[in-house]
């Protein structure tokens, strides 16, 4: 039996986007393969309240931070008088805790290499802070966890091959029933729509879709009665963020549309209900170290437009229906219009490809895998 202690520390509840719901649906992972692993958790004591219900059939450690979580996480020994029981140190957002190497197995997962790609989107104390923190894991974890092929290679192309042997591939997992008894849930609106989530960073692209959309409603065979949901947080929401001349730009667009709708963040309960009841989803993504929303609405069995950006055609498994220019709003228009012109059939084809999907991301065959990376060599 392996004893696992899983810092949950990099967690603002309902501010962080995915990378929270990847820390809950691995706990669940892991608790449903509890003859293979004791699980501990590392949460911040000021966030008590606001965790998701799962944390409860875990054990917790709480924490009283009193300065960013990476100093508690980096000085992990020393913050809780030793790790003395735990077999494996789990961090599940790229900082690797010092520590004397040979005693415990470190274990860190490192998302994307964003920054690099994008460094307008991080101020350059931010960018620094990133790049020798990833330096540091990828010199002192003992495994380094890649959430997608396209993470691994893009870390051994920037920072070297060096660090291939400590690569381990494993996809995010995904857990349909955080999403409650979403079929039992009212049609969250009385029209057809369009649904995308994410939250309102640049590289999201949600610009480009809200101007496709609108010229898709233009078109004089279009769904008149269609409208666009987007639904994710907005940007004074988010941490780390600061809202610029992109989401003022979107804004104004946006506003005083009926046929654009813009929920915010919303509960699981909320989302289940808005994937299963929308008629199509679009995820006009940039970069993705992995893309979580595609794959949901996948695993509802919705035609799912996007891109080939980053991790995305990776991980909707070459099932999706793919823009080339990402950028391109008429192309973007144009798909859509494809799609709902011709919505049975594809309807059908992503209600086959449900199963795949479900299957691939099941929280205990993520689980598993992680398993094998703690015992590996």
Known sequence: MLNVLVSGLFIHPGKVGGAEHYFYNL????????????????LNESYRPAYDKVIENSEVVWVVMKRNRAISDYFLHYRLGGLGK????????????????????????????????????FSPLKRKWQYYSHKYTLRAA?????????????????????????????????????????EAMKRPYSFEYLLSVSALYPHKNTLTLVRAFI?????????????????GAFPDDLIGFSQDDYQSALLTVVKGRDDIIMTG?????????????????????????????????????????????GSIQEVTLDEAIYVDEPKDANEWAEKIDATLKDIAKYSARFEKVKAKVRQHYSIENIASAYIAAFNSK
């Not at 092929?149 to 591939?169: C, M, P, Q, S």
């Open 215 to 231: 010229s898709y409603k233009e078109k004089k065979d279009s769904e008149k009665n269609l409208k666009l949901v987007l639904t």
């Open 27 to 42: 706990v669940r992972g892991f608790q449903a393969r509890k003859e293979e692993v004791t699980l501990t958790l590392l």
């Open 142 to 182: 003992d495994k380094v966890i890649c959430i997608s092929d396209f993470v691994k290679k893009d870390i051994i192309e920037k920072f070297g091959a060096r660090y291939t042997d400590k690569l381990v591939t494993i996809h995010n997992p995904i857990d349909y029933h955080r999403f409650g008894d979403y």
């Open 86 to 121: 735990y077999h494996i140190i789990l961090q599940p957002n790229y900082i690797t805790p010092l520590h004397l190497r040979g005693r415990k197995k470190y274990i860190t997962t490192i998302h994307d290499l964003q920054y690099l790609h994008f460094p307008s989107f």
């Open 265 to 309: 963040h919303v509960s699981n309960e909320a989302l289940g209900a808005l994937y299963h009841h929308c008629k199509l989803f679009a995820f006009p993504s940039l970069f993705e170290g992995f893309g979580m929303p595609p794959i949901e609405a996948m695993g509802f069995a919705k035609p799912v437009i996007t891109t080939r950006c």
